[in-house]
């Protein structure tokens, strides 16, 4: 299921229209008040007292609730909270926010300027209620929006520039395959076969669940026949499996370069092939990656699958 994206969407006003509708001034004022008082409690934590947050819009389209936070000194921060009680969730989509902020965390050792700083990571809620995290937010427009305006020259930057970022990520490894809370846990998976298979069959629980018609069974046989081709994957790589998604891909509108990748909840550890940019690589995406792919047959099975 792909998300959409975290730093392109509209700012709306504070509160949606519909609850705006059924509050009177003065409910609104207290509402905003409270939770400005929260986000402020968060800020305190970040910077000194003198810096305060002069605007709040809230980012629409999202399973998470999403703030962006512009301050004082003129950082602007992307305040990403859980989803509510309420909503209905996939699988994996209830570890999302844990997995992006474990990602972030990792990656800052990389200090790559396409991977948006974490600030803060509350799992507990102790603050604002539910668990939130606190990034840098990535200004710019997404590939998709720049599509039509790009030259072939400035596309084959940028896949150079994503091929070469996959392969930055890649250079993290761990001891166990799997998602990264799981691994983290220690209760990661000794093969990528087996973290694999348990990845696909909780998307084939997901569509189960939703009474969606699939055959199943013959799912099930023919990802077991192929699943061979994953014991070549012996060295568990962080991989974000969205990475090479045009929503997720923001772009200098001056420069036409890669200023940033936005959501990195889909990062497991596994194969880099997992990600979405091999999709259909094109030659730049591989000579920035640092390697051809063999083509041979466990490769293109781990492809297809």
């Known amino acids: 299921m792909h998300l959409s994206r975290l730093d392109a969407a509209p700012a709306f006003s504070y509160m949606n229209d519909t609850t705006q509708a059924i509050m009177s001034p003065v409910q609104r004022s207290n509402a905003e008040s409270g939770e400005l008082n929260k986000f402020n409690s968060v800020l305190r934590l970040l910077f000194p007292c003198t810096v305060h947050i002069q605007k709040i819009s809230s980012l629409e389209g999202h399973v998470h609730s999403l703030r962006l936070l512009t301050l004082s000194n003129g950082v602007q921060l992307m305040l990403k909270c859980s989803p509510s009680p309420t909503t209905a969730l996939l699988r994996r989509e209830r570890y999302l926010l844990e997995t992006e902020a474990r990602a972030l965390a990792l990656l800052a050792q990389s200090a790559n300027p396409c991977v948006p700083q974490l600030f803060h990571y509350d799992p507990h809620g102790t603050l604002l209620g539910p668990s939130f995290l606190v990034r840098q937010y990535v200004t710019g427009s997404t590939l998709q929006e720049m599509e039509d305006l790009l030259t072939v020259d400035d596309r084959k930057d940028i896949d150079r520039h994503l091929g070469f970022l996959v392969n930055v990520i890649g250079q993290h490894v761990a001891p166990t395959f799997g998602p990264l809370e799981e691994v983290a846990s220690?209760?990661?998976?000794?093969?990528?076969?087996?973290?694999?298979?348990?990845?696909?069959?909780?998307?084939?629980?997901?569509?189960e669940d939703m009474f969606i018609h699939l055959p199943y069974a013959e799912i099930r046989r023919e990802v077991s026949r192929l699943a061979p081709a994953l014991e070549d994957v012996t060295l568990p790589r962080l991989v974000v499996v969205d990475l090479g998604q045009p929503s997720q891909v923001i772009l200098d509108p001056g420069s036409k370069q890669v200023s940033g990748v936005v959501d990195f909840s889909t990062a497991v550890w596994g194969d880099v092939l997992m990600a979405e940019i091999f999709e259909d690589p094109s030659p730049a995406v591989l000579d920035g990656f640092g390697s051809r792919l063999a083509k041979d047959k466990s490769e293109i099975t781990r492809l297809l699958l």
Do not use: P, T, Y
Not at 196 to 207: M, P
């Open 186 to 207: 220690g209760c990661g998976k000794k093969s990528w076969r087996e973290a694999f298979i348990e990845l696909f069959e909780s998307v084939l629980r997901d569509a």
